[in-house]
């Protein structure tokens, strides 16, 4: 059966009973797989006859290819075959991300360099062998005659008149433009009290997954079928441009990733390793695989918010803010990513700008500018880290020279309950949000005043200690209103669930989304069982395989619970009708009458007459003579949900903080958060979401940085150059929760797997520049690292 969100049901039904494990906190299901080692990884699949792919990767950030020689290592024993830029083209078509923004420049990513190279570590050519070792050393004996071109290394320098450009057929390095305005701000900013502006800048940063990227491709050349296995994010989307790419049909290509070792949106694009792979498989009839090490990682995974934020917040005398201008500058690196496109964190940007405010008046332009690095792509948060860096920047320092405390105005400006549904600026339409009672619950938890007294204390007696306060909204589950990715062309509102009893009475749900860490195999198994009422370890969650599931695309943007649990939802509420119509049937009464409960149906208020849910899927598989008339036999249900616009999470994040006088390290002393995911299906997972999201967003506030030299060049190439926090950085976490259940979805869930990144690094931000304050101290560049803060407070070089 196949249905869409709002389909009428046959027969009035009785209602589910009372829900018992959501909002329970359960363990993770996968947890014990996962942690004994009998996960699925890329890596642990060896089929027969495979072979192993290594990528020569270019050290020149610029520069054109004269010529490539590979017929050394064609020579070397165990070699089966090496593909070049041009051998690839002929079998495969450019990929190339398109998007309906009107300044939009389309351009081409090849799996293999053609003509030229654009960044350092882009692939040149590919090695097929019997073993990595014998790749690697064939990978030596590929000769690359280079012509080296001036590398592009700042955006700056990339808009300067005569510039080197990257891609010729898009005729400068302005990838794309974007401008979203409501009201007239010039004036609004004219006629304010105060205008607080700055600069602020958000530093290049990349994920740092415990997997790295990998992929193993199988053709059978018998059946024409291909199967890839990845350490992706999104199999659906990856088949459907496959089909595209390498012109064959969806049905013939399978896509896996089963477990995934960490994705942070990073693992969610189309990678040219993933078509190289395929390319060769197919063309050799072997499986090959290729898993990349971490040096790869750093130099081709995709990178993210990379970016200047020029802004002006206007407010009256009262604090009422009256307007909001900004310019956003991105480096958007050498490529525009598929599908997402190279607007993906720019355009995000500007869009949540305003974050929770009420502003009447707002201007937001941005820009995406092409240079010699890796290219940007999603990571958590997707523009919004620094968006909420930036506009709880100037709330904080409207705040600071009004004499008014920080969460005041922003409790005098945030959008009100009697607001919503809220259109934003930019378009963004807010459901339902808690945007005050998240900001009273954390002011009460952690004893605002009292923490900022006992700051003030501690600066007085030399100390510099510093209490922070951020707030953010967020859109998750999007449905098909309005894409992920501004303007991208990829359809991605809707996800689907199949819900299957078997005679025994357990239960196989089939999901199109791909959990990487999140602990879907729970949380939706929880959602399921409740509505078929069923205990948990009835229920099984498949994902992660296009062969098994209804089309679905993947797991980004905080989707997953939103939408796949919305189609869990309406197929185990049509199985559950079903399921009480055949119950009804053996036990003479109407299905109105009829109750479930811990894997049996009884006739309510006499117990003793019931019978199982094996009873009920047994005669469901015997044919028509056991089930009431005109029902088909079986027992399952795929159905679709499309929550549209999506809908709002929100949080409020407040820290203390110490820098020290001497070594200039900021310490965390203290860390609290309050948010918002709607209805909680699992505050174990929830929590472990935050605690993850944070942790990233420590390392973004204070440690991670990606940093190329002026020839395009990666200087931080190793995990001892690229600082990740460890333990020692962490902070313990006090973590509350408000449940305003969304109106928009159902179940009531809403996303919450990014919210965590996204307030870090402001909140951090703030802390330190109330720290500093009374010595003229304001952050406005991230990350705050030892040195950066040296130089600001001593001065010097």
Not at 172 to 189: K, Q, T
Not at 446 to 470: I, T
Not at 560 to 569: D, E, F, P, Q
Request: net charge negative; hydrophobic share 45%.
């Amino acid at each position: 059966m196949t249905g869409q969100a709002g389909g009428g049901s046959a027969a009035p039904v009785s209602a589910p009973a009372a829900p018992k494990l959501v909002g329970a906190r359960v363990p993770r299901v996968e947890d014990p797989r996962l942690l004994t080692g009998q996960g699925g990884y890329v890596d642990d699949h060896r089929p027969a006859g495979m072979l192993h792919a290594a990528f020569l990767r270019t050290p020149y950030a610029h520069a054109r290819i004269v010529r490539i020689d590979a017929e050394a290592a064609c020579a070397l024993p165990g070699v089966a075959a090496v593909l070049t830029g041009e051998d690839i083209a002929r079998e495969v078509k450019p990929v190339r991300a398109g998007s309906r923004m009107p300044a939009y420049k389309v351009t081409s990513f090849p799996a293999l360099a053609q003509g030229k190279v654009r960044h350092t570590g882009e692939a040149v050519a590919m090695v097929a062998a019997e073993s990595r070792y014998l790749a690697e050393d064939a990978l030596d004996r590929i000769v690359v005659e280079y012509e080296p071109l001036p590398a592009v290394a700042a955006m700056e320098q990339a808009l300067a008149p005569g510039a080197p450009v990257l891609h010729e057929e898009a005729g400068d390095n302005l990838l794309l433009a974007r401008e979203f305005a409501r009201g007239d701000v010039d004036a609004a900013l004219a006629g304010a009290h105060l205008v607080v502006r700055e600069r602020f800048r958000f530093h290049r940063h990349t994920a740092v997954c415990m997997e790295n990227r990998g992929a193993l491709a199988e053709y059978a050349s018998a059946n024409g079928t291909l199967t890839l296995r990845s350490s992706a994010q999104c199999p659906g989307l990856v088949r459907d441009i496959l089909a595209d790419l390498l012109d064959m049909p969806e049905h013939l290509i399978r896509v896996v990733a089963a477990d995934v070792g960490g994705g942070f949106g990073a693992k969610a694009s189309l990678y040219p390793e993933e078509i190289a792979v395929c390319v060769m498989a197919r063309r050799l009839g072997r499986p090959v695989k290729w898993i990349g090490d971490r040096r790869e990682d750093l130099l081709a995974t995709s990178q993210a918010w990379d970016e200047i934020v020029e802004a002006e917040l206007g407010v009256a005398a009262d604090g009422t803010i009256v307007g909001l201008r900004a310019e956003v500058m991105a480096d958007v690196g050498a490529y525009s990513i598929y599908p997402w496109t190279a607007g993906i964190e720019p355009v995000q940007t500007i869009s949540f700008l305003p974050g929770p405010y009420r502003i009447e008046h707002y201007r937001g332009r941005t820009r995406g500018i092409a240079t010699c690095k890796a290219p940007m792509g999603p990571y958590r948060g997707v523009g919004r880290p620094p968006a909420v860096f930036a506009m709880e920047g100037l709330v904080d320092r409207a705040a600071r020279r009004l004499g008014m405390d920080p969460t005041e105005f922003r409790l005098k400006n945030f959008i009100r309950a009697g607001d919503f549904p809220y259109k934003s600026p930019s378009g963004i339409v807010w459901d339902q949000s808690s945007f005050t009672e998240t900001l009273l619950r954390a002011r009460e938890a952690l004893g605002w005043d009292a923490a900022r007294a006992e700051a003030a204390r501690a600066r007085a007696s030399g100390r510099w200690v510093g209490v922070g306060v951020a707030s953010y909204v967020e859109l998750t589950g999007i449905g098909s209103a309005i894409p992920v990715s501004p303007g991208m062309l990829v359809p991605t509102g809707t996800e689907a669930a199949t819900i299957r009893v078997d005679p025994s009475g357990t239960v196989t749900a089939v999901f199109g989304i791909a959990s990487h860490g999140q602990g879907l195999e729970t949380t939706l198994a929880q959602v399921v069982a409740d509505e078929l009422g069923l205990p948990l370890q009835a229920v099984r969650v498949v994902h992660g395989d296009t062969a098994l599931s209804p089309y679905g695309t993947g797991t980004y943007a905080s989707r997953s619970t939103v939408l796949a649990g919305g189609a869990g939802i309406l197929a185990s509420r049509e199985v559950r009708e079903k399921m009480l119509r055949i119950a009804g049937h053996l036990l003479e009464a109407h299905p109105a009458d009829l109750v479930v409960q811990d894997g049996r149906v009884s006739v309510r208020g006499l117990p003793d007459r019931g019978v199982t849910i094996r009873d009920i899927a047994q005669a469901a598989y015997g044919g028509r003579r056991r089930l009431p008339q005109g029902t088909e036999p079986g027992l399952e249900a795929t159905r679709f949900y499309d929550p549209y616009y999506g809908t709002a999470s929100n949080a409020t994040h407040m820290a203390v903080v110490e820098v020290d006088r001497e070594t200039f390290r900021v310490r965390i002393l203290r860390y609290l958060v309050v948010e918002d995911c709607g209805r909680i299906i699992n505050p174990l997972v929830v929590d472990g979401q935050v605690h993850g999201g944070v942790a990233q967003g420590v390392g973004a506030a204070l440690l991670e940085e990606m940093v190329y030299d002026g020839e395009g060049q990666l200087l931080t190439g190793t995990l001892m150059d690229y600082l990740v926090p460890t333990a020692s950085e962490i902070p313990a976490m006090e973590v509350h929760h408000v449940e305003t259940p969304s109106p928009t979805t159902l179940g009531g869930f809403r996303g919450m797997g990014e919210g965590g990144t996204i307030g870090a690094p402001a909140v951090i931000a703030n802390a330190v520049s109330d720290a500093l304050a009374e010595i003229g101290i304001e952050v406005n560049e991230l990350p705050l690292s030892p040195e950066r803060l040296y130089r600001r407070i001593v001065g010097g070089p």
